[in-house]
T-cell receptor, first 114, second 111 residues
Framework: DAGITQSPRHKVTETGTPVTLRCHQTENHRYMYWYRQDPGHGLRLIHYSYGVKDTDKGEVSDGYSVSRSKTEDFLLTLESATSSQTSVYFC?????????????FGDGTRLSIL | QQQVKQSPQSLIVQKGGISIINCAYENTAFDYFPWYQQFPGKGPALLIAIRPDVSEKKEGRFTISFNKSAKQFSLHIMDSQPGDSATYFCAATNTGNQFYFGTGTSLTVIP
């Protein structure tokens, strides 16, 4: 299995509070991604990073920000959590985007916002 | 708008049978089509992938059939086993960064 650790694995918080999820990789891969998984929607890309301090938006980026200060760590922040952000969040990594390299996923963070 | 449409939503198959999951896409620029398998409490794991320059790819009991003209691709699981019970996602990309996933198929293989 790819060396991807997501923390925390479960979190319950209240509407309006800030939340930060962490993804840590030991593979030294350049590309990192944050997805959310919801029933009926599959996986949707929130943000991704193509290097330290280099990030870009995905299709559902509103309400989320990211940071990558080190190759191995990619943080996802919900500045003011809303109930619509209750979801399972997955981090993924990829060695390259050329040659159609697959993405490898962590085991997810289940986030509940009450 | 769903870039990749997946069906069926759920599937029940007898042990030893063939499981078939279908996906369709519209963007002809997509050039990489992976399938992922996901067990409860785990992240999706790459199962098998295909590029549009081939019509079929087989790995063990898993086969992808690809129809470029129809913009469809499907996953066939031969000799389905209870251990294959999982959720399966198809996906497509043309940039390598933005992967578009189907909505998933929950497969149950009955012993």
């Amino acid at each position: 299995d790819a060396g991807i650790t997501q923390s925390p694995r479960h979190k319950v918080t209240e509407t309006g509070t800030p939340v930060t999820l962490r993804c840590h990789q030991t593979e030294n891969h350049r590309y990192m991604y944050w997805y959310r998984q919801d029933p009926g929607h599959g996986l949707r890309l929130i943000h991704y990073s193509y290097g330290v301090k280099d990030t870009d938006k995905g299709e559902v980026s509103d309400g989320y920000s990211v940071s990558r200060s080190k190759t191995e760590d990619f943080l996802l922040t919900l500045e003011s959590a809303t109930s619509s952000q209750t979801s399972v969040y997955f981090c993924a990594i990829s060695e390259s985007t050329s040659g159609n390299q697959p993405q490898h996923f962590g085991d997810g963070t289940r986030l509940s916002i009450l | 708008q769903q870039q990749v449409k997946q069906s069926p939503q759920s599937l029940i198959v007898q042990k030893g049978g063939i499981s078939i999951i279908n996906c369709a896409y519209e963007n002809t620029a997509f050039d990489y089509f992976p399938w992922y398998q996901q067990f409860p409490g785990k992240g999706p794991a790459l199962l098998i992938a295909i590029r549009p320059d081939v019509s079929e790819k087989k790995e063990g009991r898993f086969t992808i059939s690809f129809n470029k003209s129809a913009k469809q691709f499907s996953l066939h699981i031969m000799d389905s086993q209870p251990g294959d019970s999982a959720t399966y996602f198809c996906a497509a990309t043309n940039t390598g960064n933005q992967f578009y996933f189907g909505t998933g198929t929950s497969l149950t293989v009955i012993p």
